[in-house]
């Protein structure tokens, strides 16, 4: 029997167990005071099974997504619905849960190596790096690591690869689906560009009123639909395909969301 419990990618489970705690404790107020999280559908989090889900995820910040994404499903998981009221729900959390990230960025730092720790599963981006365009091959062992989490227990992914809107659909996450076949969750969420930096570190707005609302399951056909079939579903299921936009130019829908922010302030800071 082994004394040390590490989890498929060698990391220490009660030294995860303790980062989590400690990184939950800290931002917990970056949702429930600072701002508030107002969300939906939290009652799909009891419901799925303890490994092969995935979440698919529009994107807005590197950091502060995943933690707010962490605070709702252990709280879910602790009974509490639409809330992460009553933050005792991080003492336990669940230590097979993972996210997708760039390699690049989770080496960028003290914090995002202690990020990395508590669930990263680095890949090396095909389409971009250093913030130049490049094109090169997919890493067989990246795909690898992503199938070693989903059978361990759930993992996020946000399939864009960018915090940039209605970016497309990158065709791997579609591979992942076939390959893996997991339950695919969806999420959309939103106010986090407008109170956060772009890392997540930082409180850029206070009174934003922050929302996430999860989805029920991608009915997916695993065998006979297409990579672009299940592309599409998940822009749709995630609002960023671009019938979203509607037929607004830049600066109109710039506009849109200076006033979507004014209307989701709760409190003047």
Known sequence: MKLIKKNPFGHILFLKKWLIRIVGVISHRRYNKFNKLQIEGSEIIRDLPDSNVLFVANHQTYFADVAAMYHVFNASLKGRVDTINNIGYIWKPKLNMYYIAAAETMKAGFL???????????????????????????????????????????????????TKPFNPIRRGTAHII????????????????????????????????????????????????????????????????????????????????????????????
Do not use: C
């Open 112 to 162: 995002p190596k202690v990020f990395a720790y508590m669930g990263s599963v680095s890949i090396q981006r095909t389409w971009r790096s250093e913030g130049k365009d490049i094109k090169r091959q997919v890493k067989m062992s990246d795909i690898s690591n992503i199938g070693t989490a989903l059978n361990d227990g759930w993992v996020i992914t946000f399939p864009q690869g960018t």
């Open 178 to 269: 076939k390959t893996y076949k997991p339950i695919v969750i969806p999420i959309v969420i939103d106010g986090f560009r407008r109170s956060f930096d772009k890392k997540g570190l930082l409180i850029k707005k206070r009174g934003v009123l922050q929302s996430m609302v999860i989805k029920k399951p991608l009915d997916i056909d695993y065998e006979n639909d297409s990579f672009d079939d299940i592309v599409k579903q998940i822009e749709f299921a995630i609002e960023q395909h671009p019938s979203f936009l509607k037929v607004l130019s830049l600066e109109e829908y710039k506009k849109q969301e200076d006033e979507l922010n004014k209307q989701r302030e709760f409190w003047q800071s």
